[in-house]
């Protein structure tokens, strides 16, 4: 007896290579006699099942056609589409055109109830990969006609790349591959009734499962083994639970989360949860993930741990975790250490910017007595020849300044068109001498003119600043190379620094002053000084809206009181 069941052991497998092999060309040339290319055919479906027109063979393939109802207006059906729910709505009258004329098919939906004979069926069935898959055509015994055609979507099974076979109206993959054999297959068979040969068609769904094996506990992906999770009191917090199990042929798969009081696993409460969600699948298993949500979390929940239970039918396994407050460092030491990595940078930069933050302030901010100085401006700028010359037959007249900025733009520009004229222009520091003493009525200081020769030239630059409210320099390029207005400009930027009283603003005469800067050879302490003083530009070239505007800046940035003509003379 034992040498029997060894015997059928070793023979099973060849058993079923023989059934693929020996039914592969039956299959083939039973299918051939039962699909013909006739013009009129008759279908019959069973209500509620999955049913797909058929399409029309031609030579090495099929004719896609489009199936439409003749006697009344209906849906149409379109051959190797996706099959639809056969309803009863559906029986009638269908044709298709081909090249070789119209075709017609009858299709009847029947009930299950009118088949006329009633025995187990399935139109769902589950296979495992790798193991050899039986597909039975529904209600097949219940006609002795035992010729059945198979069909994957509206592909005979013949016609596919694999070895397959059919025992007994039976369909058989040798081996079943994996998802790429999940479909709707459809078997036909032939019923003759009343000299009528109707092809009834019946549909299997085939879902494919991994290989069947002895089946395993879960799998618990995450938590892992006495975890701590970290918290904030007073905040939401999420418990999830990563588990993944065999795949199942009647799934059995729980997962659960329980609260241990005071830690005591004897001691638990079961949890509310959320639907479990799938996860990423790991090959041959399917994982799912389970949370519970405590909404507000409170010092009591750090006192109690938390269980993941997971179960099957081959047994169940659980992980326990505690909750820990997280320490909100940010606030307790990173703000702190924040707060003086500010303060740091805010010192570096103030002592890299110290001067020109200084020189900034004492522009806006003076400070002293200006009603005792001689002199309203100091006026440095560099002298040309043709300036010179000129500067010989100026006379002064009665001053008589303007009372508003408007005024004083008008009669700027009517000395700018009427004196300089267009061929031989004057230069603008002449211009700029006879608007701020004979228009405006300031009492200028000129080194060349109000400075008695024989003195040293730094005391008397030095003292001529210490005696004038403001200090103005005309800057050009000449002014840049120019040692002599250079040291002007130095010594009232030094006395700006040492909190003696004079303003001072630079009037631009050149377009280009960045490039300037950059490029003439200045002490350190002008060249940051000349990018935070007060100045005004002054180019030639702009329009007259452009020069108003300068001049009303101008007469804007003059001192207030002025030293009056009549009691210097």
């Not at 200006?370 to 020849?385: I, M, N, T």
Request: aromatic share 8%; charged share 20%.
């Amino acid at each position: 007896m034992q040498t029997g069941h060894i015997l059928f052991f070793f023979m099973f497998p060849i058993v079923l290579e023989g059934c693929c092999g020996r039914n592969q060309k039956k299959v083939s040339a039973g299918l051939t006699g039962l699909q013909q290319d006739v013009t009129h055919q008759h279908y019959r479906a069973v209500e509620g099942e999955s049913f797909m027109m058929p399409c029309i063979k031609s030579g090495d393939g099929y004719i896609k056609v489009l199936w439409s109802r003749t006697e009344n207006e209906g849906p149409s059906f379109s051959c190797g589409r996706v099959p639809f729910v056969a309803e009863a709505k559906h029986t009638g009258k269908y044709k298709c055109l081909t090249s070789g004329g119209e075709l017609f098919l009858h299709l009847e939906v029947v009930e299950k109830s009118r088949i006329g004979c009633f025995q187990p069926e399935k139109s769902d069935i589950e296979l495992y990969m790798g193991s050899t898959g039986e597909i039975p055509c529904p209600a097949h015994n219940c006609t002795n006609n035992s010729d059945v055609a198979w069909y994957k979507g509206n592909i005979s099974v013949s016609e596919l790349s694999r070895e397959t076979c059919v025992e007994n109206g039976h369909f058989h993959l040798c081996p079943v591959k994996g998802k790429v054999d999940e479909d709707v297959y459809f078997c036909d068979r032939k019923v003759i009734e009343r000299g009528v040969t109707w092809t009834f068609r019946r549909a299997v769904n085939v879902n494919v499962l991994p290989n069947r094996t002895t089946p395993k506990p879960p799998n618990i992906i995450y938590p892992d083994a006495n975890r701590t999770e970290k918290v904030e009191l007073d905040q939401y917090h999420r418990l999830t639970c990563d588990v993944c199990f065999q795949y199942e042929k009647n799934i059995s798969a729980k997962v659960q989360w329980y609260l241990n009081h005071g830690g005591n696993t004897k001691r638990r409460t079961l949890l509310d949860m959320e639907s479990p969600l799938p996860t990423q699948p790991i090959p041959q298993e399917y994982c799912i993930r389970q949370s519970h949500i405590i909404k507000t979390v409170t010092s009591q929940h750090l006192n109690h741990t938390y269980t993941c239970f997971a179960s099957n039918t081959a047994g169940n396994v659980s992980v326990t975790l505690k909750l820990e407050e997280r320490v909100k460092w940010p606030s307790r030491v990173g703000y702190p250490i924040a707060f003086l990595l500010l303060a740091a940078g805010m010192a570096i930069i103030l002592h890299m910017k110290s001067l020109e933050l200084q020189i900034m302030y004492r522009s806006h901010f003076q400070f002293g007595n200006h009603g005792e100085k001689p002199f309203d401006v100091l006026l440095s700028h560099v002298w040309s020849a043709t300036s010179a010359e000129m500067e010989t037959g100026w006379t002064l007249s009665s001053p008589s300044g303007p009372e508003t900025d408007k005024e004083a733009c008008q009669q700027c520009m009517d000395l700018t068109n009427t004196e300089l004229g267009e061929a031989n222009q004057r230069p603008r520091v002449m211009l700029l001498h006879q608007v701020l003493e004979e228009q405006w009525g300031y009492r200028l200081c000129l080194l060349d003119r109000d400075v008695v020769p024989g003195g040293a030239y730094a005391n008397d630059v030095v003292g001529a600043i210490q005696r004038s409210q403001m200090l103005i320099c005309l800057l050009s390029a000449d002014y840049l190379c120019n040692s002599n207005a250079l040291f002007v400009l130095e010594s009232g930027i030094q006395a700006l620094l040492q909190k003696s009283t004079p303003k001072l603003l630079l009037i631009w005469t050149c377009r280009d002053s960045a490039t300037l800067i950059q490029e003439a050879p200045l002490p350190s302490l002008v060249q940051r000084a000349l990018k935070v003083l007060p100045s005004l530009n002054w180019a030639t070239g702009k329009p007259t809206r452009a020069s108003c505007d300068f001049w009303r800046s101008l007469k804007k940035a003059m001192p207030n009181h002025r030293v009056k003509l009549e009691s210097i003379l």
